[in-house]
């Protein structure tokens, strides 16, 4: 069966081709009797305007990308899925870039995106190192961070308050009478880090307790440098841990087994992001519990204002509440210092 063209709706319709375009576009004046034409007539030729052609008349591509920085941790599937469903809804596809944490290729994907000419991003950036490369994206094309943020680059932000978040985790251990309460910290130099210690730090001090640094390391957000630090911190004779995501905690939950221990009853042991596996484990893992799903929907949300108004309107940060959800690994009483 031969398919239409924009010729054939245009005859079919009784205008001129110009005011099809106009209105499959949406792109222009055309008489409320002439629209009507017009989608009479697309509806019985079945009628589908090309991708490409519907780019040339529109200057938009229909596709938005995601720059995610680990796709196997189980917090960015969350996130993906919910800038897919929004973007979907919105008529959007998603193009996934995932950066494996190496900021070489997320330089490669933001230069290959410049390319491909996409309409917007949605960006959690692996590496501050890059902040230059976005910043001039955002020249062309609307960008909008989620997770985590991206000092003097890129203004349009969505995320959660991971000072607040880790308040609230490391001021459940010391409730529970734990002093020396060690940090398993994300990679040096990202927001997210620097912000979960900040609040760490804050509820020891108003605790009474100075932050000591032989009790906190850094690892990368992945289930083995957790199992790894935790049998570093054990060392020091912590009896409570705060890790700053719930992969590194379950890693840390791991290492305390491995070396004879149990938690909560030897070390006790809180999280962040609440990830599916989270309550899957056993223990179940104490953790700070983010609206993942919802920033996704959210990052979407701006990313098409941003495009609505061809980046000129304000730029916003979006702060999402963080919440403490209890489960065993916290335990009980703990051991004083």
Avoid at 91 to 108: F, K, P, R
Avoid at 192 to 214: K, S
Wanted: charged share 25%; hydrophobic share 40%.
């Amino acid at each position: 069966m031969k398919r239409s063209t924009i010729k054939d709706v245009a005859l079919a319709a009784g205008v001129a081709v110009s005011t099809v375009s106009r209105v499959i576009n949406d792109s222009g004046y055309a008489s409320r009797e002439s629209r009507q034409r017009v989608l009479k007539a697309v509806e019985e030729l079945h009628f589908q305007p090309s991708r490409a052609a519907r780019s040339l008349a529109t200057g938009r591509t229909g596709t938005v990308a995601l720059v995610l920085p680990d796709i196997t941790n189980p917090f960015f599937p969350a996130l993906a899925r919910g800038v897919e469903d929004a973007a979907s809804a919105a008529g959007y596809t998603v193009i996934l870039c995932n950066t494996d944490n190496d900021a070489s290729q997320e330089a490669m994907y933001a230069a290959l995106l410049r390319q491909q000419r996409v309409d917007g991003v949605v960006l959690t950036a692996c590496s501050p190192n890059n902040r230059g490369l976005w910043s001039q994206m955002t020249e062309r094309i609307p960008v909008v961070l989620t997770d985590r943020r991206l000092e003097g680059a890129i203004d349009e932000t969505v995320f959660v308050d991971n000072v607040a978040g880790a308040y609230l985790a490391t001021r459940q251990l010391l409730e529970l009478g734990h002093r020396r309460i060690g940090l398993i910290g994300g990679p040096l130099g990202l927001s997210t880090t620097e912000d979960r210690q900040r609040g760490y730090e804050q509820a020891l001090r108003e605790a009474g307790l100075e932050p000591d640094e032989t009790l906190m390391r850094n690892g990368d957000f992945r289930y083995a440098s957790g199992y790894a630090r935790m049998r570093e911190l054990a060392e020091q004779h912590v009896t409570a841990v705060f890790a700053a995501n719930d992969m590194m905690a379950i890693g840390a939950i791991r290492a305390v087994e491995d070396a004879g221990g149990r938690v909560p009853d030897h070390i006790a042991v809180v999280g962040f992001d609440d990830i599916l596996l989270a309550s899957m484990i056993k223990p179940g893992l104490t953790t700070i519990a983010q609206p993942t799903y919802q920033m996704g929907v959210m990052a979407v949300d701006r990313l098409l204002e941003r495009m609505r108004t061809d980046a000129t309107g304000e730029p916003r940060q979006v702060v999402l509440e963080p919440t403490l959800v209890v489960r065993d690994s916290c335990g009980g009483k703990g051991r004083g210092s």
